[in-house]
Every structure is written in structure tokens, then in C-alpha cells.
């Protein structure tokens, strides 16, 4: 990274904090007449002029002021932001939340529907939230539940608490009997275990009971597959805030405004974005621009966080304008991971 000296600094963080209030480039006069480097116009344009020259500063074709870049914004994040608390009355409305919501029921679309559509609210900018990824979780137990002749609905508990269920499909009527002496056998088998273990292991762990109840089994695994082929569809992520995202001065631009809607209902994009590890525990992420791997967000920045839920995990985090509060957004998605992960425990 580059050394910039302390005036430069100085220069930088004021420009990018200013933009990112007013949405207006920056000219040398504010930078002299607000900040305590008691230096004239002329010497703060020449410093604003070296900072342009090693890419930190823009200047828009229509404005003498000038704006940060991707590795202007970069620097910032990295060397000058400083820390920002959640604002009381932010707190509260999560707080408020998650005091009313049970989230031992994390398959429940209520809750994330309502974590993201508060999130955009607060945040002003498109907010996505993940359901936890089950296939590290441990699987605990579960029933058969009769619903019909021909079908029965698996219930699947995981150590975290969280509750799956699938339809099992099957040819003709099973006995009550049957079923919990099945239940119990695969219990016996794979409670303890992954449910990513488990799907690769299936041959070895229940192959025994296979030859005894063949299309029973094969009823089961099919549904087990069903289940995976659930999480792994776009629809355990949950997009709110389009509405109070529009109303930033960058989509006042019908192209800008037409793109930002097709971003957010492409479900299958932003999960990409999405779907990763987490390197660090509950690390917060951020890409601006150009970092993002997908041309879609090169306009854009992503910070994301994890949450625990137990044993698994899910991401949260916002997607908007390059120029965005970015202190703010992380004190806001750290508070949101830990107000789940203490509602887990």
C-alpha cells in the first residue's frame, strides 16, 4: 500500500466523508475552510492534485471538486474510517425485534423476510439475508409424520434447533410401527453426524436396513436429496430495502435506476455474492467496485458478515452506492450477527 503523509490523510478522509454525506465532489475551498490543516486553496489543491495523480481522487467532467475512487475508498476503509456506534434508536427497532420474534424456527420466512426488510429500512441500502447453511449442522433426529396414504412428512431436527421438514413420497400405506422402528434405526445411525456426512455416506451408514425395506429407503434418501436441493435454490436468501435504496441521488438516472432493480431480482446473482465463507468468525467483508468479481457490481460496494445459529451459519449483509456509510454499515451488520448469535444460545 501506499505511504500518504499526514496531510494527505487528512485531505483524503475529509473528501471521502463529505461525499458520502452530500453526494457532491469536494472542492479545496471546503477542504481549507473545515478541516484544522490551516493551509491556503492553493496548497490543498496541489495536495488533492497528488492524491488524483496516485488514483485515490476522481474529477467528474461536469465539476472543479473531486471524489473519491475504488482505491481512494479502499484506503479509507482500511486506514482512516473510524469506528461508529449503532445509534440508539437503531438498536432499539432490532432490539424490539428480536425480543418478539422466535428464532429457534429459523425455516420460518417471517423472521428473514423481517431481518432484511428492517435492515433496508435502517440502512437505506439492499440488504440480504441468508438462511443458515444446514449441511454443517448435526443432525439430532426425526419422525415420520403420516399426512396421507401415499405420503409422509419428515421431520428433521438439527442440533441448533432449527426444524426441516420434507414430504416423502411413497407407493402404498406404511404402519405407524414401521415407520417409528425405521426412525429409530436411522437415529441409532446418524444422530451426531453432519448433514453433509451423512449425504455422502449414505451406502455405509444405512445400507444394512436397505436390504430389508428397500423402496423405504430409497423414499428416504430421496427426500433427503429434496431437502438439499431446497437450500441450494435461490430462495433461502432474502432481499429487502429496493424501495429506500431507489431514493439515493445515484439512480436519479433512469439507466442507474433500471439496473439496480434488475440486480435486486436477480436472486441468482446476489446469492453468488453471498454463498461464501466467512474466513474469520463472523469477519466483516467489504468489496467496492472493481474488487467484486461480477462486472453486475462493479458500481457498487458489498459488505457481508456471518452469523452463528448454533452449530451452522448464515450470511447477512448490503449491497448499494460505492458511496456509502461504510462505518455505519459495519457497527450495523457486527450488531445484527450478535443480536442472533445470543438469540441462538
Not at 467532467?61 to 449503532?86: C, F, W
Not at 437415529?187 to 451423512?198: A, C, D
Not at 433461502?236 to 439496473?259: A, M
Amino acid at each position: 500500500m501506499i505511504t500518504l503523509t499526514d496531510r494527505e490523510k487528512e485531505v483524503l478522509r475529509y473528501v471521502v466523508d463529505n461525499f458520502i454525506k452530500s453526494a457532491s465532489p469536494v472542492g479545496s475551498r471546503s477542504v481549507s475552510k473545515k478541516t484544522d490543516l490551516n493551509l491556503s486553496s492553493a496548497t490543498i489543491r496541489n495536495v488533492m492534485s497528488d492524491l488524483e495523480e496516485m488514483e485515490f481522487l476522481d474529477t467528474p467532467h461536469t465539476s472543479a471538486g473531486r471524489i473519491p475512487t475504488d482505491k481512494g475508498y479502499r484506503y479509507y476503509v482500511d486506514s482512516l474510517m473510524n469506528h461508529e456506534n449503532v445509534s440508539k434508536k437503531d438498536a432499539y427497532l432490532f432490539r424490539e425485534f428480536f425480543n418478539d420474534k422466535n428464532l429457534n424456527f429459523l425455516d420460518s420466512q417471517d423472521v428473514f423476510n423481517e431481518t432484511s426488510r428492517l435492515l433496508g429500512k435502517i440502512s437505506r441500502l439492499l440488504s440480504v439475508v441468508s438462511q443458515p447453511n444446514i449441511s454443517k449442522g448435526i443432525f439430532e433426529k426425526l419422525e415420520f409424520v403420516s399426512v396421507a396414504s401415499d405420503k409422509i412428512l419428515v421431520v428433521l431436527k438439527i442440533k441448533s434447533g432449527i426444524l426441516k421438514t420434507v414430504i416423502m413420497e411413497i407407493t402404498s400405506e406404511i404402519p405407524k410401527s414401521k415407520l417409528e422402528k425405521l426412525s429409530t434405526y436411522i437415529n441409532e445411525k446418524l444422530s451426531g453426524l453432519t448433514l453433509e456426512l451423512i449425504r455422502n455416506t449414505y451406502t455405509e451408514r444405512i445400507g444394512e436396513y436397505r436390504h430389508k425395506e428397500p423402496e423405504l429407503i430409497q423414499s428416504f434418501i430421496d427426500s433427503f436429496e429434496k431437502l438439499y436441493a431446497d437450500e441450494e435454490s435461490c430462495n433461502k436468501i432474502y432481499i429487502g430495502g429496493t424501495g429506500d435504496l431507489i431514493l439515493q441521488p445515484e439512480f436519479e438516472d433512469p439507466k442507474s435506476f433500471k439496473e439496480i432493480i434488475n440486480l435486486a431480482e436477480d436472486k441468482n446473482l446476489v446469492i453468488h455474492i453471498f454463498d461464501k465463507d466467512v474466513s474469520v468468525e463472523n469477519k466483516v467483508q467489504i468489496s467496492i467496485g472493481e474488487e467484486n468479481k461480477d462486472a453486475k457490481f462493479k458500481n457498487y460496494s458489498v459488505i457481508t458478515t456471518s452469523y452463528n445459529f448454533g452449530d451452522v451459519k448464515g450470511n447477512i449483509g448490503v449491497i448499494g452506492p460505492k458511496r456509502m456509510n461504510y462505518a455505519k454499515m459495519v457497527s450495523l451488520l457486527e450488531y445484527t450477527s450478535k443480536l442472533i448469535n445470543d438469540k441462538s444460545v
